[in-house]
């Protein structure tokens, strides 16, 4: 029951974190200290989440940046 508890508070930080911003680079998510952060975007794309990622390359570093494009409930406004 706490590893769910845990996975939902790691959710919903890292929604929050989506909502707070247009777009939000890797090592802000990096700092909210979620071990696995893909599988939490991946569970809030499951919910029906649309979060985008885009990636560019710096002087052979890449780098990554999420947006939350659309929560569920914007989504059965559209339908």
Known sequence: MAQQTDRLTQQKRLLDLLRSREWVGLPEILDLRIASYTR????LRDEGHIIECETSWVKGVKHSRYRLVRQPKQMSLIA
């Open 40 to 43: 939490r975007l991946s569970d």
